[in-house]
């Protein structure tokens, strides 16, 4: 099993470690998954996410650009944008979703999902001419979460925090610890001390992920947590990401998607430029005219029973009807009660809807809901 260049910190910081797609990771910390959640919510939490990807990727600027595989725009915009991106097959399936930083015309720096790493980057080889670099096993990542984040930043590791905007980054280098220009991040300058920090999150909170080079990693977890700050500063696991993201209606890799689902169904119609050709885009296209297609939606539970991935969604008032099937659920620490995300037939796409989901015999009562479950 994988282990990150914080495994010492979580251990030490009494982490319950669990397997996480071959690495081992903290679920949740003393204070537990409740109050963690509740802590990104009004203070700031500190993740671990260093499992993900980091790829550097070199365009060589022919018709089968990088840009050709995804739905998104990354190459019409500025140096130090983060974009995100669903990246589909030729049937327009979701084979993973991705933040893309444009570094420079034709240079990119790319995180993939934890599990999808080697088939994601093994795609973009196969099916665009480009140089990819995998950098995955050098760097460290850290998700700084809530609305102290930035004052946390200001006060530990860079004073200038304020200059990155949501969706923007910047290099820095934490030898120095100072930015530099984009032009330092290098393969070799990242397996030394140059990173990125970004204003980019999965919790929908102000927030930044900090990508360090594995060596400085230990050293900016002691200046983060070491602040003098008047405002609770927590570690985060997994337990409380997946319901930050949830009340969040961010989609989760491998739950509300695996290869199965378009970027038309998840709603994420938002990611799609129509200006550029990508694979799967003319099935796209026929879905966006015919819209029969299902589409995700949220639902309210009745009480605080969590929805099981798998349920079915049936109309409250038409039992033996099946509309809908749910994605993932969870209890949602905020408004103390179920939620889950559900892929719903065209007729039933709309908030306000009674309905009940069946797992196996057990049900639970519910209302379908727009997302995002908690507004920020």
Request: aromatic share 8%; charged share 25%; hydrophobic share 40%.
């Amino acid at each position: 099993m994988q282990r990150t260049a914080l495994y010492e910190k979580h251990v030490s910081s009494s982490g319950k470690m669990v397997d996480f797609h071959g690495w081992e990771m903290p679920l949740h910390y003393e204070a537990g998954i409740m109050r963690e959640h509740l802590a990104v919510r009004s203070s700031v939490g500190i993740f671990d996410v260093s499992h993900m990807g980091d790829f550097i990727i070199l365009d060589k600027g022919t018709e089968r650009s990088f840009q050709s595989l995804l739905t998104n725009d990354i190459v019409n915009v500025e140096p130090g944008k983060c974009v995100y991106t669903h990246l589909p097959d030729q049937e327009a399936k979701i084979i993973d979703d991705l933040i893309v930083t444009k570094l420079a015309e034709g240079k990119y720096f790319c995180v993939p999902n934890a599990s999808m790493i080697d088939i994601d980057g093994n795609w973009m080889k196969e099916n665009a001419e480009i140089n990819l670099i995998d950098l995955s096993s050098y760097l460290t990542c850290l998700a700084v979460q809530g609305p102290r984040a930035r004052e946390l930043i200001r006060k530990s590791l860079f004073s200038d925090i304020d200059s990155v905007d949501k969706f923007q980054a910047i290099a820095f280098d934490f030898s120095s610890v100072s930015a530099v220009g984009l032009d330092s991040i290098t393969e070799s300058n990242m397996r030394q001390n140059i990173g990125i920090i970004s204003g980019t999150g999965y919790t929908g909170e102000d927030g930044y992920e900090i990508i360090i080079p594995n060596a400085h990693a230990e050293k900016v977890w002691d200046l983060l947590f070491g602040a003098e700050v008047d405002f609770e500063v927590l570690p985060i696991g997994l337990g409380a990401r997946d319901t930050l993201r949830l009340e969040m209606g961010f989609l989760l890799s491998g739950t509300d998607f695996n290869r199965d689902r378009t970027t038309m169904e998840t709603n994420c119609v938002w990611v799609i430029k129509w200006d550029h050709d990508f694979m799967g885009k003319q099935i796209l296209a026929e879905m966006k005219g015919t819209k029969k297609h299902q589409k995700l939606l949220g639902i309210e539970l009745k009480g605080r029973a969590p929805a099981r991935s798998g349920s079915t969604v049936r109309l409250a008032d038409s039992p033996d009807e099946i509309v809908g099937s749910v994605s993932s659920g969870n209890f949602s620490p905020s408004l103390k009660k179920g939620i889950a995300l559900a892929y719903m037939d065209r007729p039933h796409i709309k908030a306000g809807i009674e309905v009940v989901l069946d797992y196996h015999g057990r049900q639970v009562k519910g209302t379908t809901a727009k997302g995002p479950f908690v507004k920020k």
